[in-house]
């Protein structure tokens, strides 16, 4: 999906999987002996860490862990080589084939199919950061049920919204249900606070917003997946969470600022920031757009609810698509793991999030010194009202088709459900033909 002007990148590590490891201890002893490493505390190593990410945050959060690494283990020494993203991939794929193996670098869900099964990635399946992650949050770093990298964020469809809107609305607690999600909509508006700011002169805004509401009203609410709807295994028409999805489009249509299809989305960034809108449908970017219009904002973000049964809404999360990976074939595996272990600890996902460097996604974090949406995030992650679900992105001829199909629902008024329903499966009928 197109979507933020601020990208929130994960840089990861990558390894070739030809041993395994314990906690502390190489098992493979006869696949580690010809990489063996001395262990003495005066031997002194560094580990090269292949790095794509320039995002100012992640930057600043990065060097203080490695800072606070290498004071814990001062014979090991962290080494950034920092790549553009553009050319991140084959600058990667180039040392693999060269036999240059850095010890660490990013990683993506797309790699796996390729770089698994030719041994590049270490099995970090033994690892006790494995317990910090909700049941799910690393289905696609796993395969044959080895786990081959660890994320530390992600981001997620949810609702995003200014508090001090929502206090001068005389909202005083954040809508647990649909009814009272639109009855906090009715009260922005009685406040000349715009309700939903929805900028959809940005076609990826139409699907971003459709993203939220089909996330929570669909694949976290039992219904098929995209692929289903794709092969047409399932109809629109015939489904009844997806009716249930336009249903909700219709019903917030009324709450959306005047002339969506002519605003721009930094311009709904803008609203949000300055209280004068309360609330942006889209994914958790959101925050660091607004933020970024007024660093003062008080912001905060929920799931958005789709049930008047308050226990049927939780957040509902797509694994993450970018990681943290070891090389196998790296001569300071262990050390590597080490200090991968330590970066996606807990603590060090606390400093993420309190450097404002995204959403982090592991159990544990300490909320004590965090605000707003960084906090609420943290508050879902450890409450584990996480919902894991499957991807929430058509192909790109799907999309094409679900945002005209989803526009044209939107500029006919939201009037007609049904309508809308059958042209979608019409759509998709002619895709598959």
Same mark, same amino acid.
């Given at each position: 999906?197109?979507?933020? =002007?601020?990208?929130? /990148?994960?840089?990861?590590?990558?390894?070739?999987?030809?041993?395994?490891?314990?906690?502390? @201890?190489?098992? *493979?002893?006869?696949?580690?002996? #010809?990489?063996?490493?001395?262990?003495?505390?005066?031997?002194?190593?560094t580990l090269e860490f292949i790095n794509?990410?320039?995002?100012?945050?992640?930057?600043?959060?990065?060097?203080? @862990?490695?800072?606070?690494?290498?004071?814990?283990?001062?014979? %090991?020494?962290?080494?950034?080589?920092?790549?553009? %993203?553009?050319?991140?991939?084959?600058?990667?794929?180039?040392?693999?084939?060269?036999? #240059?193996?850095?010890?660490?670098?990013?990683?993506?869900?797309?790699?796996?199919?390729?770089? @698994?099964?030719?041994?590049?990635?270490?099995?970090?399946?033994?690892?006790?950061? /494995?317990?910090?992650?909700?049941?799910?949050?690393?289905?696609?770093?796993?395969? !044959? +049920?080895?786990?081959?990298?660890?994320? %530390?964020?992600?981001?997620?469809?949810?609702?995003?919204?200014?508090?001090?809107?929502?206090?001068?609305? +005389?909202?005083?607690?954040?809508?647990?249900?649909?009814?009272?999600?639109? !009855? *906090?909509?009715?009260?922005?508006?009685?406040?000349?606070? @715009?309700?939903? =700011?929805?900028?959809?002169?940005?076609?990826?805004?139409?699907?971003?917003? &459709?993203?939220?509401?089909?996330?929570?009203?669909?694949?976290?609410?039992?219904?098929?997946?995209?692929?289903?709807?794709?092969?047409?295994?399932?109809?629109?028409?015939?489904?009844?969470?997806?009716?249930?999805?336009?249903?909700?489009?219709?019903?917030?249509?009324?709450?959306?600022n005047t002339d969506p299809f002519g605003?721009?989305?930094?311009?709904?960034?803008?609203?949000?920031?300055?209280?004068?809108?309360? /609330?942006?449908?889209?994914?958790?970017?959101?925050?660091?757009?607004?933020?970024? /219009?007024?660093?003062?904002?008080?912001?905060?973000?929920?799931?958005?609810?789709?049930?008047?049964?308050?226990?049927?809404?939780?957040?509902?999360?797509?694994?993450?698509?970018? *990681?943290?990976?070891?090389?196998?074939?790296?001569?300071?595996?262990?050390?590597?793991?080490?200090?991968?272990?330590?970066?996606?600890?807990?603590?060090?996902?606390?400093?993420?999030?309190?450097?404002?460097?995204?959403?982090?996604?592991?159990?544990?974090?300490?909320?004590?010194?965090?605000? $707003?949406?960084?906090?609420?995030?943290? !508050?879902?992650?450890?409450? $584990?009202?996480?919902?894991?679900?499957? &991807?929430?992105?058509?192909? &790109? =001829?799907?999309?094409?088709?679900?945002?005209?199909?989803?526009?044209?629902?939107?500029?006919?008024?939201?009037?007609?459900?049904?309508?809308?329903?059958?042209?979608?499966?019409?759509?998709? #009928?002619?895709?598959?033909?």
């Amino acid at each position: 999906m197109k979507r933020k =002007a601020i990208t929130l /990148m994960l840089a990861g590590v990558m390894a070739v999987s030809t041993v395994s490891y314990g906690t502390t @201890v190489w098992a *493979a002893e006869d696949s580690v002996k #010809d990489n063996e490493v001395s262990n003495a505390e005066d031997e002194q190593i560094t580990l090269e860490f292949i790095n794509g990410s320039a995002e100012e945050q992640y930057v600043a959060w990065l060097d203080e @862990v490695i800072a606070g690494f290498e004071e814990e283990n001062p014979n %090991i020494k962290i080494e950034i080589q920092k790549t553009s %993203i553009d050319s991140f991939n084959q600058t990667v794929m180039t040392r693999f084939a060269a036999g #240059d193996v850095p010890d660490l670098f990013s990683f993506s869900a797309n790699d796996m199919d390729d770089m @698994v099964p030719s041994g590049y990635v270490l099995d970090l399946s033994a690892s006790a950061n /494995m317990e910090n992650y909700s049941d799910g949050m690393l289905d696609t770093f796993t395969k !044959d +049920g080895k786990t081959y990298a660890l994320p %530390i964020a992600n981001d997620f469809m949810c609702v995003t919204y200014n508090k001090s809107a929502f206090e001068a609305a +005389g909202i005083d607690k954040v809508p647990e249900t649909w009814s009272e999600f639109l !009855d *906090a909509c009715k009260k922005l508006q009685e406040a000349d606070i @715009v309700p939903i =700011a929805s900028g959809f002169s940005e076609q990826w805004v139409v699907n971003g917003t &459709s993203q939220t509401v089909y996330c929570a009203q669909v694949l976290g609410n039992d219904g098929p997946t995209l692929a289903s709807m794709v092969d047409r295994t399932n109809k629109f028409a015939e489904t009844e969470q997806w009716k249930g999805f336009f249903t909700k489009l219709q019903d917030i249509y009324p709450y959306m600022n005047t002339d969506p299809f002519g605003t721009d989305q930094n311009t709904c960034y803008s609203l949000l920031a300055n209280a004068e809108a309360g /609330m942006i449908l889209n994914g958790t970017w959101t925050v660091t757009n607004a933020t970024a /219009m007024n660093p003062e904002a008080e912001l905060g973000i929920f799931a958005l609810p789709i049930s008047d049964n308050a226990e049927d809404n939780v957040m509902p999360m797509c694994p993450p698509e970018s *990681a943290v990976a070891v090389a196998a074939e790296s001569s300071h595996a262990e050390e590597a793991v080490k200090f991968l272990e330590y970066m996606m600890s807990p603590e060090s996902a606390s400093l993420y999030a309190e450097k404002g460097a995204g959403i982090p996604i592991i159990k544990g974090v300490d909320t004590s010194n965090l605000t $707003g949406a960084f906090k609420d995030a943290a !508050d879902i992650m450890n409450s $584990g009202e996480v919902k894991v679900i499957s &991807s929430k992105s058509f192909p &790109s =001829a799907n999309e094409d088709a679900f945002i005209n199909d989803v526009s044209e629902f939107f500029l006919d008024g939201c009037e007609d459900t049904d309508a809308a329903l059958e042209t979608l499966d019409t759509d998709f #009928d002619n895709l598959v033909q």
